[in-house]
C-alpha cells in the first residue's frame, strides 16, 4: 500500500516538473498563448523569481529532487527519506499557497501552468498528511 502512496506522489511531481520544464524553456508567448493572457501576466510579473532565481527553475530542482526521492522510496522505503519528503512537500504547499495568493489577490491574473504546478502540490499535501501507511 505504501508503494501506491509514492507512485501516486512520483506521478504528481513528474506533472509538475513538466509544467515547470514548459515555463522555463517554451517561450512565454508560446507558453502562454501570447501576451494578451493573464498568464502571461503572472510569468512577467515582479513575483516570476524569488532571490534572484526564475521560480520555473527553482520548481524544476524542487520537483526533481524530490520526485527522485519518491522513486528511491519506491524501491527501498524508509523512514528518513518519508521524513525528508513530507517536510519538501510542506514546503513546496507553503510556496504554493503563497504564489496562488500571488496570482488571486496582488495579480488578479491565473498562470495555467502555475495552477497545475501548485494544485500538484497541494493535493501533494493532502496525501502526505491524511494517507495513513500501515
Same mark, same amino acid.
Given at each position: #500500500?505504501?508503494?501506491?502512496? @509514492?507512485?501516486?506522489?512520483?506521478?504528481?511531481?513528474?506533472?509538475? /516538473?513538466? %509544467?515547470?520544464?514548459?515555463?522555463?524553456?517554451?517561450?512565454?508567448?508560446? %507558453?502562454?498563448?501570447? !501576451?494578451? *493572457?493573464?498568464? $502571461?501576466?503572472?510569468? *512577467?510579473?515582479?513575483?516570476?523569481?524569488?532571490?534572484?532565481?526564475?521560480?520555473? $527553475?527553482?520548481?524544476?530542482? %524542487?520537483?526533481?529532487?524530490?520526485?527522485?526521492?519518491?522513486?528511491?522510496?519506491?524501491?527501498?522505503?524508509?523512514?528518513?527519506?518519508?521524513?525528508?519528503?513530507?517536510?519538501? !512537500?510542506?514546503?513546496?504547499?507553503?510556496?504554493?499557497? $503563497?504564489?496562488? @495568493?500571488?496570482?488571486? /489577490? %496582488?495579480?488578479?491574473?491565473?498562470?495555467? @501552468?502555475? #495552477? !497545475?504546478?501548485?494544485?500538484? *502540490?497541494?493535493?501533494?499535501?493532502?496525501?502526505?498528511?491524511?494517507?495513513?501507511?500501515?
Amino acid at each position: #500500500m505504501s508503494k501506491l502512496k @509514492y507512485k501516486i506522489l512520483l506521478g504528481l511531481f513528474t506533472i509538475a /516538473f513538466i %509544467a515547470s520544464a514548459i515555463l522555463a524553456f517554451v517561450s512565454l508567448e508560446q %507558453a502562454c498563448g501570447g !501576451v494578451q *493572457t493573464t498568464c $502571461y501576466v503572472v510569468q *512577467t510579473s515582479q513575483y516570476e523569481t524569488t532571490l534572484g532565481i526564475k521560480n520555473a $527553475y527553482a520548481g524544476l530542482v %524542487a520537483f526533481l529532487l524530490i520526485g527522485f526521492l519518491a522513486f528511491l522510496q519506491i524501491k527501498n522505503p524508509n523512514k528518513e527519506r518519508k521524513d525528508l519528503i513530507t517536510g519538501g !512537500v510542506v514546503f513546496a504547499s507553503i510556496v504554493a499557497i $503563497y504564489l496562488l @495568493y500571488i496570482q488571486f /489577490f %496582488a495579480l488578479n491574473a491565473v498562470c495555467k @501552468y502555475c #495552477m !497545475v504546478i501548485d494544485s500538484a *502540490t497541494l493535493i501533494s499535501l493532502g496525501i502526505v498528511l491524511f494517507w495513513k501507511e500501515k
